[in-house]
């Protein structure tokens, strides 16, 4: 008896075809026109679509995240459904990964995809991407393993995969400790595993969250602003181990005196923040005023998790550090 996958449209560069009016490429394929191209589908899955959506990465919010969510929650919860494929655009795909990975609490694999290039491109991946998935979907040794996000016949971790080229095929990839595993001839093959899973519990989501990166001679403009605004968290890309310039620190302050959860993560692609320098804007200063350290996780991840944070009714501060803060 073969296997049922559900697998949630959403749009993105795997279902973009170039309009000619404009002679560039926009959401165009339905889900049915998609799954069309995936040769021989039904020797593995009976596949259940469902149309979410049709926007490109960019138009993804956190509030289309905690729909999607809600949605994967109530099939991953029907015991007729093996696992969730979700299709997406790339340039946001990761965000959304690790919001599922972080509210999403099942056994059940779910599986992330997209495509590098569009429908009208000669090597169009969103085929192949979508079969790798499904045949990872439906593996017993996915199990437990969180949101996945397999591309290019790579398996990574949602809470590791990054976006790391523009155009590449191979573009996703966890630069810190490699996949979990591959595609081999339509069989997934896993070399390692996940040890630690972050779950937060919550219903909704706070999108006042803001992004600022750091860099030579910034002040604390942007960060005073964001907080007049109304942000009610704010992460940090710092440079290096977790140091922001001197002419920060007063703005760092201001926020946090306001009320507004300030988090740190290193704008470096590979390496957690640590309070190892104790000189004006380093680790140890901004520690002591009260800022949570993000460990190893990129700005826009450590953002995703603070939405999720503040909706929640869980210590941000342990949220975020446990078991990455000694």
């Given at each position: 008896m073969r296997k049922k996958v559900a697998i949630v449209f959403t749009g993105g560069t795997i279902s973009m075809k170039i309009d000619p009016k404009i002679s560039a490429a926009i959401p165009a394929l339905s889900g049915e026109q998609i799954m069309s191209m995936v040769a021989d589908i039904d020797k593995y899955a009976d596949i259940e679509p469902i149309e979410l959506a049709r926007i490109p990465g960019p138009h993804m919010s956190p509030e289309k995240m905690l729909e999607l969510s809600k949605l994967i929650k109530r099939l991953v919860a029907r015991d007729d459904i093996t696992g969730v494929v979700v299709t997406h655009g790339?340039?946001?795909?990761?965000?959304?990964?690790?919001?599922?990975?972080?509210?999403?609490?099942?056994?059940?694999?779910?599986?992330?995809?997209?495509?590098?290039?569009?429908?009208?491109?000669l090597g169009y991946d969103g085929a192949s991407n979508i079969s790798a998935a499904i045949c990872t979907v439906i593996s017993e040794e996915a199990k437990n393993k969180g949101v996945l996000v397999v591309m290019n016949n790579e398996v990574n971790a949602a809470n590791e995969v990054t976006k790391t080229h523009t155009l590449t095929l191979d573009t996703f990839k966890s630069l810190e400790f490699g996949p979990l595993g591959i595609v081999d001839n339509d069989e997934v093959i896993f070399y390692r595993d996940i040890t630690k899973h972050t779950y937060i519990e919550t219903d909704s989501v706070e999108s006042r969250v803001d992004l600022i990166k750091t860099a030579v001679g910034m002040d604390s403009r942007l960060i005073k602003y964001c907080v007049d605004t109304g942000a009610k968290g704010i992460v940090l890309e710092a440079m290096g181990r977790g140091n922001i310039p001197p002419l920060m620190v007063d703005g760092v302050k201001y926020a946090i005196e306001k009320g507004t959860v300030v988090v740190m993560v290193s704008r470096c692609h590979m390496g957690?923040?640590?309070?190892?320098?104790?000189?004006?804007?380093a680790g140890r200063e901004l520690r002591q005023a009260g800022v949570i350290f993000g460990g190893s996780l990129p700005g826009q991840k450590a953002r995703i998790k603070l939405m999720l944070a503040l909706a929640s009714k869980e210590n941000i501060k342990e949220v975020f550090e446990k078991d990455r803060y000694k």
């Open positions: 790339t340039d946001s795909l990761e965000e959304t990964a690790y919001f599922l990975d972080l509210s999403i609490n099942t056994y059940k694999p779910v599986i992330v995809v997209g495509a590098m290039r569009s429908n009208s491109e957690r923040v640590l309070d190892t320098y104790g000189y004006k804007g």
